[in-house]
């Protein structure tokens, strides 16, 4: 590898963490804002989805440079790949986050119910999930991205679990069901969330070992269980 496109590379790295901070403080404010009932919050999360949207283009952008001058091999043309891969689902994280957002202004417009789940334990399993898919790939640990892969259905499992607890609510208080079904949309853009984190770990499987294991990832975790 040049020392030019070494130096590309580690400035790529660094502004894919950078968006990563981004959007993951994005979901926990989002978060934040649905505990506290503080459509300000929400609000400024809405605010910031630009902020993040711009750094999605330019890392896009540099990764549309990198290729036209410097036309990478091998393992470094994996590696553009999959930050492109891996910078599209980050944006589409903030925009999970820009929903959950969206969600409690109106939910701030109503009368308060009481919260029949604990959102800021599951988002925080989603943005933990977020973060160490981030460390696999600087790493280059893939079984750290195998971790996130498994971790993904405890988030899908909690989701359900959701969905039976409103459902349940629903029932029992149809005269708050407008405030409860936003309380739904919530769990599962959380769970968008973590089968985005999840996506950027596939990504880095692909990254170390020229895998893609999307689509066949219960075989890869039968495969890789014993490792």
Known sequence: ???????????????????????????????????????????????????????????????????????????????????????TELERIGDASVNIAERVRLLAEEERIGIPFDFLGMAEKAQTMLRKSLDALIKLDARLALQVINEDDEVDAINRDVYTLIEDSIQKNPEHVGSLIHLLGVSRHI????????????????????????HHTEDFKRNNASS
């Not at 993040?52 to 043309?77: N, R």
């Open 1 to 87: 590898m040049s020392r030019h496109l070494l130096y590309e590379i580690e400035k790529l790295k660094t502004r894919i963490l950078a968006l990563s901070d981004m959007v993951e403080q994005s979901v926990y404010q989002a978060v934040k804002s649905l505990q506290e009932r503080d459509a300000d919050t929400a609000q400024a999360v809405i605010d910031t989805d630009t902020d993040i949207d711009l750094a999605e283009v330019d890392i896009e952008e540099e990764c549309q440079k990198i290729l036209a001058l410097h036309q990478p091999v091998a393992h470094d043309l994996r590696f553009i790949i999959a930050v492109l891969k891996i910078n």
């Open 191 to 214: 769970e968008r969330i973590a089968d985005h984190a999840s996506n950027i770990a596939e990504n880095v499987i692909y990254l170390i070992e020229g895998r893609i294991v999307r």
